[in-house]
């Protein structure tokens, strides 16, 4: 029986996951701030909204990031065929819904 080599550990997915959301939610604060993030005198400026759900995303991102490298070196790893098989099943629910 051959074993799959890991694609790497859960903390290592956790990291990079919250990285990325770290930098999205950077973007979208961002440029949100850009088009304008306050209250105009007729009402929020187009970025107001936007600005906040960025906030949210980042601070959301902080968490997992410090809930991850909290996490144990012993944590289970994920082989190539149980991230395949996560996908199809995610894929399969989320299309499921359209039936």
């Known amino acids: 029986m051959q074993q799959d080599k890991a694609v790497g550990s859960v903390r290592l997915w956790e990291v990079l996951v919250a990285l990325f959301f770290l930098v999205f939610g950077s973007i979208v604060s ?55 098989d996560e996908v199809r099943s995610t894929a399969a629910a989320a299309l499921a819904q359209y039936e």
């Open 30 to 84: 961002w440029d949100s701030h850009r088009l304008g993030s306050s209250w105009a005198s007729d009402g929020p400026q187009a970025g107001y909204f936007p600005f906040y759900i960025g906030v949210i995303i980042i601070v959301s991102a902080i968490v997992n990031l410090y809930s991850a490298l909290r996490l144990g070196e012993d944590a289970r790893v994920v082989s190539p065929a149980d991230l395949a």
